[in-house]
């Protein structure tokens, strides 16, 4: 009932009340970060909310890129009525630092953040929560872990209850193959900050490369209670069974009844809709999904495939082998370009060695994926340097190189990572390897145990 200028005077009574309730032993930092106004400008702080609300909403959605950039124009669009908005700008070195970390590997987007910390720097010199923004773009930017942990130290000085501290934290551990330090980290967020919708996605990933799928399924319904209608986690909540259980059926079901009440999120769980068409071998339904997806991309980590190697690899499943070298070959100049502009980026290398492996261009193909392989070694990036393995085994399977396809695919097994039973028992990826005693065997080390 109060006045709408007096919002921020109801946000800071409500963290008191929460603080008190927890007995929370708040920083004198802490303390003033309550107390104080984030801005004088309603409009400002609007502007920001939806554009948080947005960038946090890229965990399981095939429309990051779309959110993303919408979020930034509305964090640009605060910060141009209140450039003093110092939570917009460490927002804003958020937002270009998981864009370049998931989507847009270039110097340009990387300098955008800088920019954005710099400019916090300025406002706030000794806060907590610029040393934050240092962190996380160290982290994502330059895969610089020491030094992302020495500015978390930092930050902790000012900020010790931060869940986003113990969050970041848990990202690192998890990057450098420390998985169950990375969970531990996770938990202890998801405890001081238990309705972060975006944490709690976070943490089911970790949940799913370890394989723990029950533990996954429990979160993602923690999350659900949170957000009922989330499109996103309700198809990535029916995936846990495919993957687990090579199960197509939930998320079939969950796919049909997003369509039906809800067709303006379709496109953001597209990416999943086209996984389970692949797995129950449906041309059509494929294509209908890549339809749907658009411009926005599929797979897993930083690897995001377009539409149109959706549709080679959808050809390459019912054996149109023409259909398919015409849609390998049309992305292929594109690829081919953002390969030679991001020459030691070893996804978008990879992302070439796939379509040059679709078209039957072999030695190009494997001198493509071992430089993936050399730019990402699991030991600096767990996540993707374990899908440039499997990528491999992907690789050389299509071209005929079995023995060293079914060794990698060996080794990828017993890594954490997102290699599935479900995934290896119904994709099209693995056509090629299936009969052989020793793919089986590997399928079934990875079978549900109970």
Not at 121 to 138: S, Y
Not at 195 to 201: D, G, H, K, M, S
Not at 257 to 267: C, Q, S, V, Y
């Amino acid at each position: 009932d109060r006045d709408l200028a007096d919002v921020f005077a109801i946000q800071s009574e409500i963290a008191k009340t929460i603080a008190d309730q927890l007995q929370a032993k708040l920083s004198p930092s802490e303390k003033k970060a309550i107390e104080q106004a984030p801005t004088s400008d309603v409009i400002a702080f609007d502007l920001y909310s939806r554009a948080k609300d947005l960038v946090l909403n890229t965990g399981f959605s095939a429309i990051a890129a779309q959110n993303l950039r919408l979020g930034i124009d509305l964090l640009n669009q605060a910060l141009a009525r209140d450039p003093s908005f110092f939570a917009a700008q460490c927002q804003l070195a958020d937002a270009h630092d998981r864009f370049y970390n998931l989507l847009d590997h270039t110097s340009e987007r990387r300098a955008s953040a800088e920019a954005a910390i710099d400019a916090a720097f300025r406002l706030q010199p000794d806060a907590g929560e610029a040393h934050l923004a240092r962190a996380g773009h160290l982290y994502s930017a330059y895969l610089n872990y020491d030094g992302a942990l020495a500015e978390l130290e930092v930050a902790r000085g000012t900020m010790p209850n931060s869940p986003r501290i113990f969050e970041l934290t848990g990202f690192i551990a998890r990057r450098r193959g420390a998985h169950d330090a990375g969970l531990h980290n996770l938990q202890r967020a998801v405890e001081l900050d238990p309705r972060n919708f975006f944490t709690l996605q976070q943490l089911s990933i970790s949940y799913h490369v370890l394989r723990r799928y029950a533990e996954e399924i429990a979160v993602e319904d923690r999350a659900l209670s949170i957000k009922p209608d989330d499109a996103e986690t309700k198809a990535g909540r029916g995936l846990v069974l495919l993957d687990w259980k090579a199960d197509s059926r939930p998320l079939h079901q969950t796919i049909d009844e997003i369509r039906a009440t809800n067709p303006g999120a379709i496109k953001s769980v597209a990416d999943v809709w086209f996984l389970c068409a692949l797995a129950e071998g449906d041309a059509a339904a494929a294509e209908t999904a890549l339809d749907a997806l658009g411009d926005a991309t599929f797979g897993d980590n930083s690897t995001q495939l377009s539409a149109g190697f959706g549709r080679g690899l959808a050809a390459r499943m019912i054996k149109d082998e023409t259909k398919a070298r015409s849609a390998f070959a049309a992305i292929r100049p594109g690829q081919e370009k953002v390969a030679q502009a991001q020459a030691d980026y070893g996804p978008a290398v990879c992302t070439l060695a796939l379509i040059d492996a679709g078209l039957g261009r072999k030695e190009d193909a494997l001198r493509e994926i071992r430089r993936a392989v050399e730019l990402v070694p699991v030991e600096k990036d767990s996540l993707n340097g374990v899908d440039m393995i499997q990528y491999s085994a992907v690789v050389e399977a299509w071209l005929g190189e079995k023995d060293a396809a079914l060794g990698h695919l060996a080794k990828v097994a017993q890594l954490p990572g997102f290699l599935s039973y479900g995934r290896l028992k119904l994709l099209p990826w693995w056509d090629p390897l299936r009969g052989d005693p020793r793919f089986e065997k590997i399928v079934a080390s990875l079978a549900p145990k109970e």
